[in-house]
């Protein structure tokens, strides 16, 4: 993910120019950097001079303290999703971006830039469907890797879901509902929000033939979904057909590039865009309350100790 958003800034991103990049891997990163400064040194990327905003895209475990770091250098942050691992910690960035009293933090829910998911968005916020009643998710991977966790399922992918229903609906979470097949994969999701909507998510770490997202939002008065993930359809040996990407590159590679884009722009006007880190907190505290419960296989009630801060009004 790291080299994608190298790439994006390098070749795609008007505005923005490739200062450094950083990996424990040298290799990796002198591949990735193209010409550009090479460290293997978070912290010290974080306070070069050399570097006036950062993206991260390190393991999940490490976002926050990263986040942070950019936080103390007073330095914007695009941070790849979840903004944190547990909902403590991102607690702690919030608090400290309340603290600095200005938004500093985006963090890279890049469906929030995906033309269907804004054209649903559209559609909800224009009452063109009529009030929201349901909406059905299906978050397909091919195959989870090996150190895919159980949790994973949630924490890292989930909560994808978790913010763009937040975000499509304009609603807030207030309860959760899990059901397992045997073995945990798939799961399905329940939420109900707190103006009564409806989310179910199929949430499926091997559905073996392909990268598969899809979203239908239903209104009181029509639905509107996502059309097939193709540009073209192929008629050969008497069948119609078109391919699914094995990953979330190629599927959301626009969503990337627009989200990069707007990021840069924002960043540069002194502005913020995207999703906030209280957003990032909200969806990994949903995420952690979710994993918690789950074993139990009843209702959780979600409930968040602080209340939004102005900053993030
Ligand atoms: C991965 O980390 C992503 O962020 C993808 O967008 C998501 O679809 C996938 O399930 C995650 O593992």
Redesign the pocket.
């Known amino acids: ?1 790291g080299a994608e958003h190298a790439r994006l800034l390098r070749e795609e991103t008007a505005g923005a120019h490739l200062a450094a990049v950083c990996d424990a891997d040298v290799i990796r990163a002198t591949t990735a950097a193209k010409g550009a400064a090479v460290f293997t040194d978070a912290p010290a990327l974080i306070a070069s001079d050399k570097v006036q905003a950062i993206v991260i895209a390190s393991p999940d475990a490490t976002h926050a303290g990263y986040a942070l770091a950019c936080l103390n250098a007073g330095k914007p942050v695009l941070c ?2 979840p903004i944190a691992a547990t909902a403590a910690e991102g607690l702690s960035i919030v608090q400290a971006e309340a603290a600095l009293g200005r938004r500093l933090v985006t963090v890279g829910f ?2 929030r830039f995906d033309p269907a998911y804004v054209e649903m968005h559209t559609a909800r916020a224009t009452g063109r469907i009529g009030d929201a009643v349901l909406l059905h998710n299906i ?1 397909r ?1 091919l195959s ?1 890797p090996d150190w ?1 966790t159980g949790a ?2 949630v924490t ?5 879901e978790i913010d763009i229903s937040r975000w499509l609906l304009g609603s807030e979470m207030v309860s959760a509902q899990v059901t397992s097949a045997p073995g945990g994969d798939p799961m399905m999701v329940t939420m109900q929000s707190d103006k009564g909507e409806i989310i179910s998510t199929e949430v499926h ?1 091997n559905a073996a033939y392909g ?1 598969h ?1 899809h979203a239908q939002l239903v209104g009181r008065s029509g639905t509107i979904e996502m059309a097939a993930p193709t540009r073209v359809l192929t008629n050969l040996f008497s069948a119609q057909s078109f391919g699914f990407p094995s ?2 590159v190629p ?2 590679t626009e969503a990337y590039r627009l989200q990069m884009q707007a990021w840069v722009d924002a960043t540069t006007a002194g502005r913020t865009v995207g999703a906030s880190a209280w957003d990032g907190y909200v969806t990994t505290s949903i995420a952690e309350q979710i994993v918690d419960g789950m074993a139990a296989g009843r209702r959780i009630d979600l409930t968040f100790p602080l209340a939004r801060p102005a900053l993030y009004a």
């Not at 890292?156 to 994808?160: G, R």
Request: positive net charge; without cysteine; glycine residues 0%.
């Open positions: 993910m790849e999703k890049m469906r978050h991977n989870a895919f994973m399922a890292n992918s989930f909560v994808h770490m990268y997202v990953n979330w599927r959301f």
